[in-house]
């Protein structure tokens, strides 16, 4: 699909088919896809809770303002984002430092400086943690979307949850923020998918101050 018609089709769209599952396979390729947006020293801060079971999702839609929609879709993807992924010792920083080195980007006795600009950039205060996380997370989010329309999925985001909960009944550790869930499969052909909303405009968008 040329990329202009991925991003002009992609809707969130409130209606999914309960008939119609979303292969395993294609679940992976969406995954995989998106896997490669970018990431701050490409820290990757990501990962996914996928929810397919019908009582999960029930106990999931009581907890997400009670939307339909997260019952319906064939598959939710609880988006995690890993508030520590810039802390030495984690997985994935020490395996991007060996990539870097083994790859020449940067030298074995360049660790402390790599660990403290991680540090700085990212560690300084919960807030940094938090921006770090979402931040880079959104982007794969984003990827998610657009890689799921490629596809001929659909997709929709949700952040009308309450967060504790959600946290609660996945059992998700405390270093990860869940900034959305995302609905995935396929529209209900026989609903009626609302005309596209606005947008800002270059100019409303472009400013100086
Ligand atoms: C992070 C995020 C959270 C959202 N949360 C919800 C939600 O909880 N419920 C809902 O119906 N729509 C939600 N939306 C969908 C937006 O309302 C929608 O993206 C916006 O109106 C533009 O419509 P479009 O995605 O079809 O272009 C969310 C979108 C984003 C990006």
């Not at 995989?32 to 929810?51: C, G, K, R």
Request: hydrophobic share 45%; with cysteine.
């Amino acid at each position: 699909m040329d990329f202009k018609d991925v991003i002009t089709g992609r809707r969130s769209v409130n209606f999914f088919d309960p008939q119609k599952p979303v292969s395993d396979d294609l679940l992976k390729e969406m995954v995989e896809l998106a896997a490669l947006a970018p990431s701050s020293f490409n820290l990757q801060p990501w990962s996914l809770v996928v929810v397919k079971d019908a009582e999960r999702k029930k106990s999931l839609q009581k907890l997400a303002w009670d939307q339909p929609k997260v019952s319906e879709a064939p598959v939710i993807l609880v988006v995690l984002a890993d508030r520590s992924a810039w802390r030495p010792g984690h997985p994935v920083l020490e395996h991007n430092f060996e990539e870097m080195v083994a790859y020449g980007r940067l030298t074995a006795d360049q660790r402390q400086w790599f660990e403290e600009a991680c540090m700085s950039l990212y560690g300084e205060s919960i807030e940094k943690q938090q921006a770090f996380a979402v931040k880079n997370t959104a982007f794969f989010a984003m990827a998610l979307m657009l890689a799921a329309k490629h596809l001929g999925l659909d997709t929709h985001p949700m952040d009308g949850f309450d967060h504790q909960a959600v946290r609660k009944l996945f059992n998700v550790p405390d270093q990860y923020w869940i900034p959305l869930l995302l609905a995935v499969g396929y529209f209900k052909s026989d609903e009626k998918l609302l005309p596209p909303k606005w947008r800002k405009s270059f100019e409303q968008i472009v400013v100086e101050f």
